[in-house]
């Protein structure tokens, strides 16, 4: 395509006509002309927004980006409403290629809900990879907000689902081919067959109503950049069982034949929660038939003890996500 803002045409046969979902509470629709966006506001609601950077050549960029947005608006007990999308693309790419990254985006979207409120896309010759941003708006009852920063010492620290998930998908999206020739088919497929579990707001949600004091998402630098960030906002020390970390064999065998590490993988839709009956809330966990695992305590000092059977380790500064190495190798 060439360089610059894609054409009115593209705009209207590849990005606004894929767009069907909508919700009442959206001021107005995407359009050529149209910037913003807005939603109509409640006297006993707030909104708040948040939004996610990726890039790389999955078709379904979008899609990990919505799926991080979304969750991270449910961690602050928001339910999300919309979302805007801006692509970046190298001049290499195809308008097909366009159309379909916003058909996948408008696809989990209206499956979550979540109207795709703008939509724009650019080309660039100083890009070699797809850029996407994302940013998204949701509502809230006003005095209902979670923050990383609520947690206390003395807690449970739940794990939500698996680490490294959502960077084994997008690392099987960049190394498919590749990963074909070492896998079989099933294999393959029964990670694709997960892609569903890296949205997780219901899951949340139900956190909410069971009473936890914070919930933090697990993405970039992955879990052990995770628990840092949440210990570190709530000014509390952790102590938990690195055996106790959920993951998937598929993870652990495409992150060993990648030589990656799915401790610092990236995993949109895995989530920590601090709360003070963790037993429960694993419990309530295994009722729904979502897994859940309790992986140690908060503690009143300030340090942060990783366990791994008699060894024990002190957690470190969160280092870059390990998916930087499949980009730099590509």
């Not at 979302?83 to 290499?92: E, G, W």
């Not at 997008?170 to 497929?189: C, I, Q, S």
């Not at 791994?308 to 500064?317: A, P, S």
């Amino acid at each position: 395509m060439k360089i610059g803002k894609v054409s009115q045409t593209v705009l209207k046969r590849s990005i606004l006509k894929p767009l069907q979902f909508h919700r009442e509470e959206a001021m107005f629709t995407p359009s050529v002309e149209e910037m913003c966006y807005g939603i109509e506001r409640k006297a006993d609601e707030n909104f708040i927004s948040a939004s996610a950077v990726l890039y790389g050549d999955e078709k379904d960029l979008g899609v990990f980006a919505l799926a991080q947005v979304v969750n991270d608006l449910a961690s602050r007990g928001a339910k999300a409403l919309g979302a805007s999308i801006h692509i970046m693309l190298p001049p290499y790419a195809y308008e097909s290629r366009l159309r379909t990254m916003v058909e996948y985006a408008e696809r989990a979207g209206s499956a979550h809900a979540v109207q795709i409120l703008c939509a724009k896309a650019e080309v660039s010759p100083v890009v070699s990879k797809a850029i996407v941003y994302v940013n998204g708006v949701g509502k809230l009852k006003k005095g209902e907000l979670l923050q990383s920063s609520n947690g206390k010492p003395g807690q449970d620290i739940v794990l939500l689902k698996w680490i490294g998930l959502e960077g084994t998908f997008r690392v099987m999206r960049e190394k498919e081919e590749e990963l074909a020739k070492r896998f079989v088919p099933t294999f393959l497929n029964q990670i694709k067959s997960l892609e569903p579990e890296i949205f997780s707001e219901k899951e949340m949600k139900a956190a909410k109503e069971f009473g936890v004091s914070a919930m933090h998402q697990i993405t970039s630098g992955g879990i052990l950049a995770a628990l840092w960030e949440m210990s570190e906002a709530s000014g509390v020390g952790i102590e938990v069982d690195l055996k106790k970390m959920t993951i998937k064999q598929e993870t652990v065998e495409v992150c060993e034949y990648c030589h990656l590490n799915p401790y610092q993988l990236t995993s949109a839709g895995s989530i920590l929660i601090m709360t003070d009956r963790g037993e429960e809330l694993v419990a309530k966990y295994e009722e729904m038939g979502v897994q859940a695992s309790l992986l140690g305590k908060t503690t009143a000092d300030a340090a942060r003890v990783i366990l791994g059977g008699e060894e024990k380790r002190f957690l470190e500064r969160p280092a870059a996500d390990e998916l930087i190495k499949i980009y730099e190798h590509n």
